[in-house]
């Protein structure tokens, strides 16, 4: 019995000093050395994965960021302005601050405002169906409501509401990591400042053809009048291709262009009831 | 028998209308030409509003390489240029015309009698084919002048044509090659000059053994065409398959069928070859099939381009009360159409109309890896596989299982027992492969 | 007018579905079934009956209240397991173990990972290895099989491949054991000890053409296991044949016929294509002849299967259907 308790000790641990000493080796060969920056960014990120960024993780977005030395077209919009304060002295520079950013979805075309005209009865993926039609109420840049952007949404930030059949982005979870608006194919959601308390004016619809084929399919969509263009006091609103689009870098938020436009096709958000018409001006400059 | 190796469907072939000859159908109060009807470039608008057209007079001019003419199908006055849906029901530009008359083209023939000499040259025929607008018949509509350029370095020797009509419910190549043998055999003749090669074999599946029969025994008059019977089994019209059924060729994946030294045409585009040389007509009408089980008259019309839709159906008996869908082309792998207003276009091969309870795509259940898509999959791919790499957003994987060999022919999901969409996902995953393959060439 | 149906094609869909496929199942089982009935009576009756319905129970419940799915219990494939699990044991097990059978069945092999089609393990072996192991006892008591009309209790014991094992064990010759072995036709037609769906050769092989004819199932993985036991068994034979028994009697003698028809072909625990079909019909047959002649239990054929199934995914990558246009240049 003693010599079998022996034998083992021996074999077992002759296995293991082999192996440790091969293992040594190995280690030695296979070393790679790497900026220690880089670990300590990578401690600082979220660790999410989400490729917001542009990177395929986290890891690989603080390399590419030791490597440049400096943050100017990089960005980590889960961390936003809190994480690259955290960042900058590791790598010895000033932090810049952005402005906080969310995505939007720019359509209305919800059932009650865009009819359906034909069932659709396929795999549930926007990129199938955009391929294979215009979309249930025949808009071909309307949102197709099968929840591609839901699924790429690595925050649980963005669901398909149930009796508008279009997504809706909560203000609170949404990162504006720019997953969704990857997975759209047809580029409705857009990544736009957050602004004060929410507030957020934006025209609600890509549709660029003709403003009579628009309307036919959608009662809110932008038909390219440019009423909303001439009102706008502050160069914000172009219109190209039959759309209107209000530049949020150059937007007031004075709701002007909201009233104006005979579609309702520009939305605003989590802004206070209107008050009556004559009190606008007061309105108006509280805003501002 | 003949036919494919790997793979392949038998459905039902519901080939309602084979025993009704071509109906011609009347010339229509308005018609609306869409001026890109082809697979490649989008051609160039040549007329105005306001202007008044014949019958055969170029509409749009084809000025790139991969590109077809488009020619007026009725005479009279363009009321406006447009746009109109197509069979997805995306907007493209078309030309819309109110009718006046039947004046055409005076250098068009407009006789019966069939001209069986060639008198022009290999090149000739090249240009005056392009010059006619000829596309695949088929339902690919790949400009018919470009497959007869064949590349530096390549050789064909030998021209196949179509005739397999795989798809269940289509007769309208059928009975083109029942009523316009002679005819299509002359135009297969034409294309065999244009290729410059000395045979060619016609593929016919033997549920049309009339068609067979008719062609053997008129193919005798002919040089070097063969008229071969092929057993019944869906995709032998995929050009690949049918290279593989009549001549045991494969061409290697990602290559043309020019690599084995072929060139496959349709039955259809080869009468539509013959009138375009011998009778100076431009394609501006084909056969098109309107059937369907609900469907009163099944029937096969020659139409003119650019009628919309639902006047073939009112004609053929009328939308029945029960449609669930209206598909152009066959079941397998036709378009669901948005709405009944689209022009019939080069491509439309037919129109079928389904009821609510065919229309309905089964309950989809788990995968239980039968493996019965892979047994079926005429490429030797594995749907399950790339449709559950594509459904997770897994491209790589989808690129090294060959995902872009995929031919789309839909034998996956009609055998699936779970009713799995596959070619759904197979599509999804072709589509974002293309691009990923296009963003690196372009890097 | 309804609105137009927009959809990808193809617009058809074959006659082929889960329901089909799964009855189709249950009905080619019935043979071997009613051929167990006759043999072993009522309680042959009342243990089918206990697996059938507690496996749907369990798979009912499950669905319901832990995965919050719609039940699909109507698909059939509860019922096939619960067949099969009753198959493979002998008519004089408790009820209790049949129902913990059931359970491991349903709950642990199958719905653990995900229901129907997901499962790596077929589910009724894992039911079986689980009870073989528990109740060792219990699951190799064998009630000799009696025709129904006769009144005499049943009596219990070894099957021919535990005579066999036991006899070799303790050095005799195969000729020497011949007395106590049954007859190829007694095996064959039926009569034989052993579990349910055992006792006769005839009616399993009779339910696999039926699948073969239905197109549920294709000939590769049962022919390849049967000859690859046939060809093992044969080489053996012949090298010595007085201490291995003829190929015949391994062919039809204890679960290999049930196994390489009902259990090895399960789609979802089985290769895809036609060539990993083959591989893996080998593989099975070597491991049970492996296991007969050499290991310790007296019967391998679901212990092989086992094996098989967790390699199938391996199998599924090294075997890819041929791909057209794949040309040797």
């Given at each position: 019995?003693?010599?079998?308790?022996?034998?083992?000790?021996?074999?077992?641990?002759?296995?293991?000093?082999?192996?440790?000493?091969?293992?040594?080796?190995?280690?030695?060969?296979?070393?790679?050395?790497?900026?220690?920056?880089?670990?300590?960014?990578?401690?600082?990120?979220?660790?999410?994965?989400?490729?917001?960024?542009?990177?395929?993780?986290?890891?690989?977005?603080?390399?590419?960021?030791?490597?440049?030395?400096?943050?100017?077209?990089?960005?980590?919009?889960?961390?936003?302005?809190?994480?690259?304060?955290?960042?900058?002295?590791?790598?010895?520079?000033?932090?810049?601050?952005?402005?906080?950013?969310?995505?939007?979805?720019?359509?209305?075309?919800?059932?009650?405002?865009?009819?359906?005209?034909?069932?659709?009865?396929?795999?549930?993926?926007?990129?199938?169906?955009?391929?294979?039609?215009?979309?249930?109420?025949?808009?071909?840049?309307?949102?197709?409501?099968?929840?591609?952007?839901?699924?790429?949404?690595?925050?649980?930030?963005?669901?398909?509401?149930?009796?508008?059949?279009?997504?809706?982005?909560?203000?609170?979870?949404?990162?504006?990591?720019?997953?969704?608006?990857?997975?759209?194919?047809?580029?409705?959601?857009?990544?736009?400042?957050?602004?004060?308390?929410?507030?957020?004016?934006?025209?609600?619809?890509?549709?660029?053809?003709?403003?009579?084929?628009?309307?036919?399919?959608?009662?809110?969509?932008?038909?390219?009048?440019?009423?909303?263009?001439?009102?706008?006091?502050?160069?914000?609103?172009?219109?190209?291709?039959?759309?209107?689009?209000?530049?949020?870098?150059?937007?007031?938020?004075?709701?002007?262009?909201?009233?104006?436009?005979?579609?309702?096709?520009?939305?605003?958000?989590?802004?206070?009831?209107?008050?009556?018409?004559?009190?606008?001006?007061?309105?108006?400059?509280?805003?501002? | 028998?003949?036919?494919?190796?790997?793979?392949?469907?038998?459905?039902?072939?519901?080939?309602?209308?084979?025993?009704?000859?071509?109906?011609?159908?009347?010339?229509?109060?308005?018609?609306?030409?869409?001026?890109?009807?082809?697979?490649?470039?989008?051609?160039?608008?040549?007329?105005?509003?306001?202007?008044?057209?014949?019958?055969?007079?170029?509409?749009?001019?084809?000025?790139?390489?991969?590109?077809?003419?488009?020619?007026?199908s009725v005479s009279g006055k363009i009321s406006k240029i447009d746009t109109t849906t197509d069979t997805s029901g995306y907007r493209k530009t078309s030309v819309f015309i109110d009718v006046e008359g039947d004046e055409w083209e005076e250098s068009i023939d407009k006789s019966d009698a069939i001209i069986k000499e060639i008198k022009l040259s290999k090149?000739?025929?090249?240009?005056?084919?392009?010059?006619?607008?000829?596309?695949?018949?088929?339902?690919?509509?790949?400009?018919?002048?470009?497959?007869?350029?064949?590349?530096?370095?390549?050789?064909?020797?030998?021209?196949?044509?179509?005739?397999?009509?795989?798809?269940?419910?289509?007769?309208?190549?059928?009975?083109?090659?029942?009523?316009?043998?002679?005819?299509?055999?002359?135009?297969?003749?034409?294309?065999?000059?244009?290729?410059?090669v000395e045979k060619a074999m016609i593929g016919i599946e033997n549920n049309k053994a009339d068609a067979i029969s008719h062609l053997q025994n008129l193919s005798g008059n002919f040089n070097g065409i063969e008229v071969h019977a092929l057993k019944v089994k869906y995709p032998q019209g995929a050009e690949k398959q049918l290279i593989k059924a009549l001549?045991?060729?494969?061409?290697?994946?990602?290559?043309?069928?020019?690599?084995?030294?072929?060139?496959?045409?349709?039955?259809?585009?080869?009468?539509?070859?013959?009138?375009?040389?011998?009778?100076?007509?431009?394609?501006?009408?084909?056969?098109?099939?309107?059937?369907?089980?609900?469907?009163?008259?099944?029937?096969?019309?020659?139409?003119?381009?650019?009628?919309?839709?639902?006047?073939?159906?009112?004609?053929?008996?009328?939308?029945?009360?029960?449609?669930?869908?209206?598909?152009?082309?066959?079941?397998?792998?036709?378009?669901?159409?948005?709405?009944?207003?689209?022009?019939?276009?080069?491509?439309?091969?037919?129109?079928?109309?389904?009821?609510?309870?065919?229309?309905?795509?089964?309950?989809?259940?788990?995968?239980?890896?039968?493996?019965?898509?892979?047994?079926?999959?005429?490429?030797?791919?594995?749907?399950?596989?790339?449709?559950?790499?594509?459904?997770?957003?897994?491209?790589?994987?989808?690129?090294?299982?060959?995902?872009?060999?995929?031919?789309?022919?839909?034998?996956?999901?009609?055998?699936?027992?779970?009713?799995?969409?596959?070619?759904?996902?197979?599509?999804?995953?072709?589509?974002?492969?293309?691009?990923?393959?296009?963003?690196?060439?372009?890097? | 007018?309804?609105?137009?149906?927009?959809?990808?094609?193809?617009?058809?869909?074959?006659?082929?579905?889960?329901?089909?496929?799964?009855?189709?199942?249950?009905?080619?089982?019935?043979?071997?079934?009613?051929?167990?009935?006759?043999?072993?009576?009522?309680?042959?009756?009342?243990?089918?009956?206990?697996?059938?319905?507690?496996?749907?129970?369990?798979?009912?419940?499950?669905?319901?209240?832990?995965?919050?799915?719609?039940?699909?219990?109507?698909?059939?494939?509860?019922?096939?397991?619960?067949?099969?699990?009753?198959?493979?044991?002998?008519?004089?097990?408790?009820?209790?173990?049949?129902?913990?059978?059931?359970?491991?069945?349903?709950?642990?092999?199958?719905?653990?990972?995900?229901?129907?089609?997901?499962?790596?393990?077929?589910?009724?072996?894992?039911?079986?290895?689980?009870?073989?192991?528990?109740?060792?006892?219990?699951?190799?008591?064998?009630?000799?099989?009696?025709?129904?009309?006769?009144?005499?209790?049943?009596?219990?014991?070894?099957?021919?491949?535990?005579?066999?094992?036991?006899?070799?064990?303790?050095?005799?010759?195969?000729?020497?054991?011949?007395?106590?072995?049954?007859?190829?036709?007694?095996?064959?037609?039926?009569?034989?000890?052993?579990?349910?769906?055992?006792?006769?050769?005839?009616?399993?092989?009779?339910?696999?053409?039926?699948?073969?004819?239905?197109?549920?199932?294709?000939?590769?993985?049962?022919?390849?296991?049967?000859?690859?036991?046939?060809?093992?068994?044969?080489?053996?034979?012949?090298?010595?044949?007085?201490?291995?028994?003829?190929?015949?009697?391994?062919?039809?003698?204890?679960?290999?016929?049930?196994?390489?028809?009902?259990?090895?072909?399960?789609?979802?625990?089985?290769?895809?294509?036609?060539?990993?079909?083959?591989?893996?019909?080998?593989?099975?047959?070597?491991?049970?002849?492996?296991?007969?002649?050499?290991?310790?239990?007296?019967?391998?054929?679901?212990?092989?299967?086992?094996?098989?199934?967790?390699?199938?995914?391996?199998?599924?990558?090294?075997?890819?259907?041929?791909?057209?246009?794949?040309?040797?240049?």
């Open positions: 019995m003693n010599q079998v308790l022996i034998y083992s000790i021996i074999a077992l641990g002759s296995i293991g000093a082999i192996s440790a000493i091969i293992l040594y080796f190995v280690a030695q060969k296979f070393k790679v050395i790497e900026d220690p920056r880089i670990d300590e960014v990578a401690d600082k990120l979220p660790g999410a994965n989400c490729g917001g960024c542009g990177f395929a993780g986290c890891r690989n977005f603080a390399e590419a960021i030791v490597k440049a030395g400096n943050m100017d077209n990089l960005n980590c919009p889960v961390g936003g302005n809190a994480i690259i304060k955290e960042v900058a002295p590791i790598l010895g520079i000033v932090a810049v601050v952005r402005d906080p950013q969310i995505a939007v979805v720019r359509c209305s075309g919800s059932r009650a405002n865009a009819p359906q005209k034909v069932v659709y009865d396929s795999a549930s993926t926007c990129v199938f169906a955009h391929g294979l039609f215009s979309g249930e109420s025949g808009c071909p840049h309307g949102c197709l409501g099968l929840g591609d952007c839901v699924v790429s949404c690595k925050f649980d930030a963005i669901y398909i509401d149930e009796t508008t059949g279009l997504p809706v982005v909560s203000n609170e979870k949404c990162v504006a990591c720019g997953a969704c608006v990857k997975a759209c194919p047809r580029a409705i959601i857009e990544i736009r400042n957050k602004n004060k308390k929410d507030r957020r004016i934006f025209v609600s619809c890509i549709n660029q053809e003709k403003g009579a084929v628009a309307k036919k399919n959608c009662e809110v969509a932008c038909i390219g009048c440019g009423k909303c263009v001439k009102v706008c006091n502050f160069d914000a609103i172009t219109l190209k291709n039959n759309l209107a689009y209000i530049d949020f870098t150059k937007c007031t938020l004075c709701r002007k262009c909201v009233e104006e436009c005979p579609t309702n096709a520009i939305n605003e958000l989590n802004f206070p009831p209107r008050k009556p018409k004559t009190e606008k001006a007061e309105s108006v400059s509280t805003e501002l | 028998m003949k036919t494919f190796k790997i793979g392949g469907v038998h459905p039902e072939e519901n080939k309602l209308a084979s025993n009704k000859a071509i109906e011609v159908l009347p010339i229509p109060q308005k018609v609306c030409i869409p001026i890109t009807q082809h697979l490649g470039a989008p051609s160039t608008l040549v007329v105005e509003k306001g202007a008044n057209v014949k019958v055969g007079q170029l509409l749009a001019k084809a000025d790139a390489f991969i590109c077809a003419n488009v020619h007026s090149e000739e025929i090249i240009a005056k084919i392009k010059d006619m607008g000829i596309v695949g018949l088929g339902g690919a509509t790949f400009p018919t002048h470009v497959k007869l350029m064949v590349p530096q370095g390549k050789k064909a020797d030998v021209l196949i044509i179509n005739g397999v009509e795989c798809e269940p419910y289509l007769t309208s190549d059928h009975r083109v090659m029942l009523e316009k043998g002679e005819e299509m055999l002359v135009g297969v003749s034409i294309l065999m000059k244009g290729l410059g001549i045991n060729r494969e061409v290697p994946a990602g290559k043309l069928p020019i690599e084995v030294g072929c060139v496959v045409s349709n039955a259809g585009t080869a009468f539509a070859v013959y009138e375009a040389i011998q009778k100076n007509k431009p394609l501006f009408e084909r056969v098109v099939t309107v059937t369907g089980k609900s469907v009163k008259k099944p029937s096969n019309f020659m139409v003119r381009l650019g009628v919309a839709v639902n006047e073939l159906i009112e004609r053929a008996g009328g939308l029945p009360e029960d449609t669930g869908k209206v598909i152009s082309g066959g079941p397998m792998m036709g378009k669901s159409l948005n709405s009944l207003d689209v022009p019939v276009v080069k491509g439309t091969s037919g129109i079928l109309i389904m009821t609510q309870k065919e229309s309905k795509r089964v309950e989809i259940q788990n995968c239980i890896r039968c493996g019965k898509c892979i047994t079926v999959c005429p490429m030797g791919l594995e749907p399950y596989l790339l449709a559950q790499v594509a459904e997770n957003a897994n491209f790589e994987t989808a690129e090294n299982e060959r995902v872009m060999d995929c031919i789309e022919c839909g034998s996956c999901h009609y055998t699936c027992p779970s009713g799995r969409p596959l070619l759904d996902y197979l599509r999804v995953g072709k589509n974002k492969v293309g691009q990923i393959i296009r963003n690196r060439a372009n890097n | 007018m309804n609105l137009l149906t927009v959809s990808g094609s193809p617009h058809v869909h074959g006659d082929q579905s889960l329901k089909k496929i799964m009855w189709g199942v249950v009905i080619a089982m019935l043979p071997a079934m009613l051929v167990s009935f006759w043999y072993f009576g009522l309680p042959a009756i009342i243990i089918t009956l206990t697996a059938v319905i507690s496996c749907l129970v369990f798979e009912y419940l499950i669905q319901k209240f832990l995965l919050k799915q719609n039940p699909t219990i109507t698909d059939g494939s509860a019922v096939i397991t619960g067949m099969l699990l009753a198959f493979n044991v002998p008519s004089s097990l408790p009820l209790w173990q049949m129902v913990i059978g059931a359970l491991v069945a349903i709950g642990i092999a199958k719905m653990s990972y995900g229901g129907l089609g997901k499962n790596p393990f077929n589910p009724a072996l894992v039911g079986r290895v689980f009870l073989l192991i528990s109740f060792p006892v219990d699951m190799t008591l064998w009630p000799l099989p009696k025709p129904v009309w006769t009144m005499v209790d049943a009596i219990t014991g070894p099957t021919s491949l535990g005579v066999l094992k036991e006899g070799v064990a303790k050095g005799d010759t195969v000729s020497q054991l011949a007395s106590q072995l049954p007859s190829l036709q007694d095996l064959f037609i039926g009569g034989v000890g052993g579990s349910l769906g055992e006792v006769s050769a005839a009616a399993l092989i009779l339910g696999g053409l039926y699948m073969i004819f239905r197109k549920i199932i294709t000939w590769h993985i049962p022919v390849s296991f049967i000859a690859t036991v046939a060809i093992f068994t044969g080489i053996m034979w012949q090298v010595n044949p007085e201490h291995y028994i003829n190929p015949m009697f391994h062919l039809l003698a204890g679960g290999l016929m049930l196994g390489a028809i009902f259990m090895a072909t399960d789609m979802v625990t089985s290769p895809m294509t036609y060539k990993g079909m083959i591989v893996y019909g080998i593989g099975c047959g070597v491991l049970t002849v492996l296991i007969r002649l050499w290991g310790s239990y007296p019967e391998g054929v679901s212990f092989a299967i086992l094996i098989m199934n967790a390699v199938t995914p391996l199998i599924n990558k090294g075997f890819k259907p041929k791909r057209f246009g794949e040309v040797v240049k």
